[in-house]
């Protein structure tokens, strides 16, 4: 099975920043991501989830 994801977008999420949204595909028997394409066509056996990715933290400063 090929792994396909889609493009992250952008969404404002509820303090105010932005935050990167994907969808992925999920067999809603056994629970292994599948290709959402293939998810959409089969909605009987197959669950679109949209997922909320959070921005990432700036790195630490190093102090001496």
């Known amino acids: 099975m090929g792994q396909s994801v889609t493009a ?8 105010g920043h932005t935050m990167a ?3 992925i ?3 809603a028997e ?3 991501f599948k290709p959402v394409k293939e998810a959409e ?3 009987k056996g197959s ?3 949209t997922i ?3 921005a990432k933290k700036p790195p630490a400063k190093k102090t001496k």
Do not use: F
């Open 8 to 15: 992250p977008t952008r969404t404002v999420g509820a303090s």
């Open 21 to 23: 949204t994907r969808k």
């Open 25 to 27: 595909g999920r067999d």
């Open 30 to 32: 056994t629970g292994l």
């Open 41 to 43: 066509k089969d909605k």
């Open 47 to 49: 669950v679109v989830e």
């Open 52 to 54: 909320k990715i959070p």
